[in-house]
């Protein structure tokens, strides 16, 4: 059982409904659903969708958690947080890393928070931009930092697997907010620091 932070209660509500549209599907493009490998598919792909549409209906100030008072006003960096989300034009998976900085303006937030802000953001229908943006606002707006900067980088099956089939091309995409947009030295530090 996944627990309430990373999984789709809606899915879970309408799981027979969902179901019954897989195997639709699967009809539809030609399989028989009622053939051994597949008769458990339709059940499997609701319990995925359970888990990679996990991000819906979340609270983001709480998955920040508590927050803790300390004066260290200076560069914080989260880099190398893995995701795997679904991009919403295609519904394929796009993925890759997420690196967050931040310099605090009084409060920090526990580490893990980070990755756990990730795991909600990304598990939805998204758009890589989208990730990069709703990550940078909800830090500036739970931590009230001096500034944040977001970079994501991702792998697009959409781009790879299908269409214009371009393996490996990868998208980078940053979110800047508060004094890392005024500071270009500060952006570098940042920069450096992650490619590291
Ligand atoms: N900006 C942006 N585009 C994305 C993302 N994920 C997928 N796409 C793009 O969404 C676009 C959808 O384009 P459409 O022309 O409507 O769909 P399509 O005919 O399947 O396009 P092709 O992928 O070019 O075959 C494609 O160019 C995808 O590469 C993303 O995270 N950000
Ligand atoms: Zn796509």
Redesign the pocket.
């Known amino acids: 059982m996944l627990s309430r932070e990373v999984r789709n209660d809606r899915v879970a509500e309408n799981r027979e409904e969902i179901e019954g549209h897989v195997r639709e599907i699967l009809r539809l493009i030609g399989e028989d659903p009622a053939r051994e490998g597949l008769r458990d598919t339709p059940a499997r792909v609701t319990r995925m969708y359970e888990e990679i549409f996990g991000g819906y209906d979340k609270d983001y100030a709480e998955i920040l958690g508590v927050t803790f008072d300390e004066q260290h006003e200076e560069l914080v960096i989260v880099k190398d947080i893995v995701y795997y989300s679904q ?4 519904m394929a998976p ?1 993925f890759g890393k997420i690196h967050i900085g931040y310099i605090p303006s009084g409060k920090i937030a526990g580490l893990s928070k980070f990755a756990r802000l990730v795991d909600v953001v990304t598990r939805r229908l ?4 989208r990730i990069t943006s709703e990550i940078a606002n909800i830090m500036e707006e739970v931590l009230q930092p001096h500034g944040v900067m977001v970079v994501v980088e ?1 792998e ?1 099956l ?2 790879c697997a ?3 089939k371009k393996y490996g091309s990868k ?1 980078i995409t940053s979110g800047v907010r508060g004094s890392f947009r005024k500071d270009a030295a500060l952006r570098s530090e940042f920069l450096s620091l992650i490619n590291r």
């Open positions: 991009c919403e034009h295609h796009f998204q758009v890589q931009e991702g697009h959409c781009m299908r269409g214009v998208t």
